[in-house]
Every structure is written in C-alpha cells, then in structure tokens.
C-alpha cells in the first residue's frame, strides 16, 4: 500500500481522524510520528511525508514524490541537494499563518504606537504616570512589504482600523488584495519610505528578498517610523537596524525573526533601544486556526495528488515561494 | 461681550485657530488658561467653560450657562451642587475616545490571548522560548458592556478581524450600531457571561452601572474568558475579580481603570496574577485624532448654543452621560 509518513507534534485527534478519512478514500496508508527522530530509520518506506523537518531526513527519503512542509517558509530546503530526486515535490502551508501571525504584527505595532513598553515599566515600579504621546493605526501610511497571505490580511485589519493608506510591494506589480490602496515592484520601495509611518515586512528568504531592508533604506525612513518584521530576520541588515534604533534616528521596532535564532544570550539585539523583541513566536502552530488549516490545506492537496491534478500550495523551488 | 474659558492644556496653536474663529463668529471673546489653576480667581467672568477641572471651579463660576467638559467621563460633576444653578447645561466629550480606546481595548485582548506578558518575561531573560498556547479574536465570542462611542468603534474593529459573535449589553435594549450581532439589556447579561470569550466593559459610572460586575457574575464567566475594563473601575468587584485571577478562575484581565486612582503603590492590584494593568492611559489626550475631535465636538456645540438650539452632546445629569 502507498504510504504517508505524518509529523503530528501539532494535531488533535480531530486532525488524525480528517487525515485518514482522506487516505483511505484515496488509497494511502497513514503512519503517524510524533517527531523527527521518531522518523528516522523508516524514511526509505514513504512516498508523501507531511510535517517539518530537518533536510536530512528529506534527503534520505530515497522513495519520497511528495513533501508538504507544515509551515510557511521554506528556506531550509532551498538547495536542490536536499531533495532526494529533482522530481520530488514541494508545498508549503502558506495561508495557515495569516490569521495568527496578522493578530502579531497589530498587537506588536499597537505596543510601538501606544508606548506600550514604556507603560509597562512605569507600572512595574507602581508608578502612575498617564500620558505619553501617542499615535494611531488611524491615519498612519503603512507599507507592507509582501502581499501574501500575512501581509494580506494583516493590510484587511489595518484597513478596517482606518489606516490613511497601505501600500503593499511585492516582487512583480501584479494585482493584490483590494485591502491594498496601490501595489509596487521591489524596485519602487525608495520612493515609498519616506512617507511610511509604520514598514511591516512579511517576506520569505529568497535571493530577492535577502538584505531588502538596507542600511541605506533603513536611512530613508523618517525618523517617526516603526519597522515591524515578521517574515525573516535576513531581510534585514540587522546591524544598520540597531544603529538606528539606538540612536533614535527610527521611533522603534519589533523583531519576531532575527538573525540568528535562538539569538544568543549576549547578543546586543537584547539590549537594542526601543525594539519589541519576540522569539519567532508570532506564527507557529499555537493557534487552533492554524492547525486546522494547516490539516485542511494538506487533505486538499491528497485529493489532488492522488486524482494527479496539481498541487494547489506547490512551491516554485527557483522563486522559493 | 460674553465670555469664554478654555483650559487649554491639550491643544495646539491650529486648534486656537479653529476655537478663536467660530467665537468671533458667534460674538465671543475667549480666554486660554493653561490649567485649572490659571483660572482660579477669574471663574465668574465666564459664560462658557470648556476644559477639565475641579468641581469646586464649576461652583465658583456663578454667571456660567454651559460647562463643556473635555472628556467623556462626567462623574465628577454628578452632584447637582457641584453646579452653580440648576440650569446650567453640561455637555460631555464622548465620541473623541473612541479611536484610542477601542485601540487600547484591541492591544490589551491581544497581549492575553497571545500571551505577551510571558513571551516578555522570557525575553527579558535572554531565553528563547517559542511555543504557548495562545488564542484568536477569530472565532471568539465577546461581549461588550457600553455600546456608546467607544464600544462600538472596539466592536467595528472585532468584527474585522473575525469574531464569532459580538454582543452589545445597554441599559435599554434599543438598536445600535450594525457592528453589534445582537443588543440586550443590563438584566440579561446572566445568560451572556457563560457563554463569553472576552467581556469588555466601557461603560459610564453612573447608579445602574457602578458594580455591575459583581461577584457573582465573575463566576459565570468560563475559566478561559479574559476580562478587560476601560470605562471606570467601579464596574467590577475588584476584590472578587483579584481573587478569581490569583486562583486563575478566569483566563486573565486588563485594567485601565480602577479603584482609587492614582493606585497606592501598596495596593495588591499589582502584584495580581496575569493581569495587564495600565495607569489610565487608554484614552486622555495622548492621541492627536483625539484632541481634534474634542474640539470639533466643542466649536459644534458653540454654533449650537450661540443659535439657541440644543447641544448636540448634551448630558442628561439624571442618567449620568
């Protein structure tokens, strides 16, 4: 019998029972493990594996035609060495995260507009202090770059909060969401800083996408502007950031994705002025409504895999996205 | 000619321009003041005060016809002999808080589902940690006591942003805002509260509000409901609301208001266990959108009152708001 190996370190037995009501409708087999390592020894026996990973274990799943990685990004497995055959295919859970990660970039942005970290410490010492200067997601210019399924609907939410106008940029000027007041190419983003009050980045790692958020862009920003990032830490230059940061040539940041992680215990990020650090927790599977996505997206593309349609969530290796 | 106080401690030079044209306009001369204490003294030369102040300043005004008050919270001036006649008018400023508050309410109701306070104490032990079981506003169900200005620009936001279901708890059971899936009145918050994710109070105080989250109807709240109150702290049985959070009856709590304020720095709300407390900060004049609308709702009721007809944000004193 055909076989899929599933990493279930996040189901319900709600989602086991989807899963192999699926399967057996289409004529698979369902082992399910609860990591990693538990994996290890039987890759050679499956065709489909469902879940994340380390590239080895890819690698080894000498019989694999299908992986269907739990999370969004998928940079670990960008080298086409990692595949056991360039046939092997790739999709991602992209639109799973929209949800959770949304919730993340308006909770961490609030905090920045409201002064949130600064309150906070005046409580910490029983302090009653009331007013800081404020600002509003009302009538700020945000600039999202990325315009999947994150910065779409986070660009829903900062709409319906009555944002002055949000401007997505994405690799090529295709149509977006209606949630976007205009849509930019990449190379447009200079003109555009300038103006934005809050720059939310919601970009996979990819050659295009790798060190976006340059010194010399980071200079363009005014020197009211919050930088939110919640794709990938390399999106950024890192170091330029934190300069500016602690020179107040910025109003703030909040980092969810940095390089590297874990962070180190003595890295300076810790310490950066003004920045909402978090531990690449804004996505992940803590939310119900990921999982159940995440499940859905999977038994969606088993139907089409097995009736050999194409796959709806297949990753272009080249773009990697 | 008859004559204007403003305390002007919120205001900028634009805003002295809108006030000084539409009372040269309706033939007033006005007098700016920087703080309550500025005016003592002078109190009986005005016809009209706006701003915020003591009530021992409204008693000593004796020739004034209409105290426009710069917030929307009119308890202090809920005793007819705080007024120097029975006939002097009282308006209020709500509907310039909504914005900022219902933007505080969103903060705050993230930070608990998402678990913000504990991802922050890792953090600030240089610890990674990326996993917590958190929650969504997609998918809760949430009721919200107070349907005015504040609670219905929360509930557009909610709406937005996927809730289940939002209830709107009034007085009276009369039609509000579209936002709202269903409106019931003050007696049937019973039949609410179990079936409640998230309870939002932004209610006036007034006789029929003060304790209206009683003992009693903290326990019909399920164990994973948050509670976040924005309006006045003598809405809730604090002591019983601290006892079902450090016995974690209840999921967890925001308070911006509470009883007495400013808190002692004794006070056991502080130390009170996954509670985000703030100093009354959700509203005052921290937000600029705020300040604007206050003094478009002042110059509004100007052109009113120098034509003889009604306020439009009248206060009716028996009533409270």
Redesign the interface.
């Known amino acids: 019998m055909r076989k899929i190996a599933v990493i279930d370190d996040f189901m319900t037995p709600a989602h086991h029972l989807k899963i192999d009501d699926i399967a057996r409708k289409t004529g698979f087999d369902v082992s399910y493990f609860s990591n990693e390592d538990a994996l290890r020894g039987h890759e050679t026996e499956f065709e489909i594996l469902y879940g994340h990973c380390a590239p080895d274990i890819l690698k080894a799943s000498r019989n694999l035609k299908w992986f269907c990685c739990s999370y969004a990004g998928v940079d670990p497995y960008q080298k086409e060495e990692v595949f056991p055959s360039p046939e092997t295919l790739l999709t991602n859970s992209s639109g799973a995260y929209g ?2 990660i949304a ?2 970039i ?2 961490v942005t ?2 920045l ?2 002064r ?1 970290p600064e ?2 410490s ?2 910490a010492q ?14 700020s210019t945000i600039t999202v770059l990325g315009t999947g399924d994150i910065g779409t609907n986070f660009a ?2 900062a ?4 944002a002055k106008a949000i401007w997505g940029v994405r690799r090529s000027k295709k149509a977006a969401d209606p949630a976007f007041d205009e849509i930019y190419a990449h190379d447009e983003i200079d003109t555009l800083l300038p103006q934005t009050d809050i720059l939310v980045l919601a970009l996979p790692s990819t050659p295009d996408t790798r060190g976006i958020l340059s010194k010399e862009r980071i200079a363009l920003l005014p020197p009211h502007a919050y930088v939110v990032n919640v794709g990938r830490g390399s999106a950024i230059d890192q170091e330029a950031l934190m300069e500016a940061l602690n020179a107040e040539r910025l109003a703030g940041a909040a980092l969810d994705v940095m390089v590297p ?3 180190p ?3 300076p990020l ?1 310490n950066t002025k003004n920045l909402i ?5 804004s996505g ?6 990921t999982c159940d996505l995440d499940v859905d997206m999977f038994c969606e593309d088993l139907q089409n895999y097995a009736a050999g349609r194409s796959l709806a969530h297949l990753v272009n290796r080249k773009l990697g996205y």
């Open positions: 949800i959770t919730e993340h308006l909770m609030l905090m507009l409201r949130m309150f906070q005046i409580v029983h302090r009653w202090q009331q007013t800081l200067p404020m600002r509003s997601i009302c009538g829903r939410r709409r319906a909060m009555g992680e874990p962070l215990a003595d890295h810790w650090l978090t531990p690449h927790c992940n599977m803590s939310l119900g409504i």
